[in-house]
């Protein structure tokens, strides 16, 4: 029996997924091209990146430890701080995407303007530059921490206001010093630049609101990285072990009722706690003073649903980013509330021929998880994993939202979010393997096929 052939590919992204995809379709002999809009690889981690899709401020360090950000396959520098700089990073997928090959399949500075599937099957591709190309398969991976989403509240306001992608510095893009500042959010980027605006030498007053609050975890725990010795099993039913976390966590003095910040709305992992050493510092010394949520506008008066009010100069929003996919028609694909039923995070049910990359909220880590999810890609694309029929994807598709899901709060922020242990063992132990079979059992009944792609596809259409 001759061997299949493998799907023509196209990749939209050059960040993070788009290269660990490019590097496992590379490795199976599949043909790709990506597409990238920018000049430069590393999507969010090109610090000032011409696309505008990087959330990189000047001063970001990584909140996760290089122990558990690395690839598998290819390590961080052994000289590398437990948490290193972004610039750090971005050298890093520099490294990765020179020691492997990549940059010769990645078609710079011409992005995707528009993804249409094919009546035939397979996708029309029309690139920034205007011609329209055909691929077989389709990988998307643009990310989903490039376009804001800023709270709104009733009224409106006089003075300036900033979303914390477009933060940059204290002068850039806003001259933020001597100013009345109001942080809005109490994730990591509200949590640095609040930090780092409440510095002496500005001269600011810094406040941070915050709607339902945060549990905030250090960095370091008795001198080594809190993450490096950190793993949930999943051996152990996941409520059991955050049972047990939620009672041990006055160890780490994460309530932030300790600071003066409002109690949370949620127990200990039940949203993503902030990663943070010096904002309780800030909080404690009078250097940021904490606020609840806003209740209203009303010009420069900020009014707090504590009915307390004052006076600011500048708002930063530091409220999270909505899932977007541009060259979709919205009739199509969208993700509503960021909501996007998804099998393994990876494939819409029906639609056979697509594969996104990265779209999840991977607790504690996103390397290995979108590594994890470039193995399965690749033994997809290559026949040896074939996909289960519909009604069993969205069996499991509600299994697993119940799993990674059903303990976590309703917010647009978690409605990806999954333990990156329990996800992968899950895909390496379980998900592979079945794939496995039921590509065997295709190849058997059915025979070769015309490419590769068509054996992984037989069962999801039989």
């Known amino acids: 029996m001759p061997a299949p052939r ?16 490019g590097k496992m379709l590379g490795d199976y002999g599949v043909p790709y091209t990506c597409f990238e809009t920018s000049d430069r690889i590393g999507g969010n981690w090109a610090f000032g990146n011409p696309n505008g899709h990087s959330s990189a401020y000047r001063s970001l360090h990584i909140d996760t430890s290089k122990h558990r950000l690395s690839f598998k396959d290819f390590p961080m520098p052994a000289d590398y701080p437990d948490f290193p700089h972004h610039t750090q990073v971005k050298a890093y997928l520099d490294a990765y995407a020179d020691a492997f090959g990549l940059l010769d399949a990645i078609e710079f500075g011409n992005g995707v303007a528009h993804a249409e ?3 035939g099957g397979g996708w029309a591709v029309t690139d920034q530059a205007g011609a329209t190309r055909e691929f077989e398969l389709l990988v998307v991976a643009n990310g989903h921490h490039w376009d804001p989403r800023t709270a709104e509240f009733e009224g409106s306001f006089d003075g300036e206001s900033i979303h914390s992608h477009h933060y940059v510095d204290p002068t850039d893009p806003l001259d933020l010093r001597g100013k009345r500042i109001l942080v809005v959010g109490l994730g990591n980027s509200a949590a640095d630049i609040a930090v780092e605006l409440s510095g002496k030498a500005l001269q600011n007053q810094v406040t941070l609101s915050t709607r339902s609050s945060a549990w905030i975890v250090p960095k370091y725990m008795y001198g080594f990285p809190a993450d ?6 999943p051996h152990i039913p996941l409520a059991w072990q955050r049972k047990l976390v939620q009672k041990l966590q006055f160890l780490t003095g994460s309530n932030p009722e300790l600071y003066g910040l409002p109690k949370p709305d949620h127990k200990f992992f039940e949203a993503h706690p902030t990663q943070s050493v010096e904002l309780p510092l800030r909080l404690g ?18 009014h707090f649903v504590d ?6 100069d500048v708002i930063v929003y530091a409220t999270g980013y909505n899932i977007t996919f541009p060259f979709f028609d919205e009739a199509f694909l969208s993700a509503p509330g960021n909501r996007i039923r998804l099998f393994k995070r990876m494939f819409k049910p029906g639609v056979s021929d697509l594969v996104f990359m990265g779209f999840a909220q991977a607790v504690p880590t996103l390397f290995p998880f979108v590594e994890a999810q470039a193995r399965l890609l690749a033994a997809y694309a290559v026949g040896a994993y074939a996909l289960p029929d519909v009604d069993e994807m969205e069996r499991v598709i509600t299994a697993d939202e119940q799993r ?34 039921r590509a065997a059992t295709v190849a058997q009944v059915r025979g070769a096929p015309a490419t590769s792609l068509e054996a992984s596809h037989a069962e999801a259409r039989s």
Do not use: N
């Open 404 to 437: 990674y899901l059903g303990h976590v709060t309703d917010r647009p922020r978690h409605t990806q979010q999954v333990d990156y242990f329990v996800y992968e063992h899950d895909l390496r132990t379980r998900e592979l393997p079945a794939g496995r079979r």
């Open 6 to 21: 493998k799907p023509t590919t196209a990749v939209i992204g050059a960040g993070i997924s788009g290269l660990t995809a």
């Open 117 to 119: 599937p094919r009546a």
């Open 307 to 312: 009915r307390t009010s004052s006076e600011f």
């Open 228 to 233: 490096k010795y950190f793993a949930t099993s």
């Open 285 to 302: 010394s009078g250097d940021v003073v904490p606020k609840p949520d806003v209740a209203r506008l009303d010009g420069s008066t900020v």
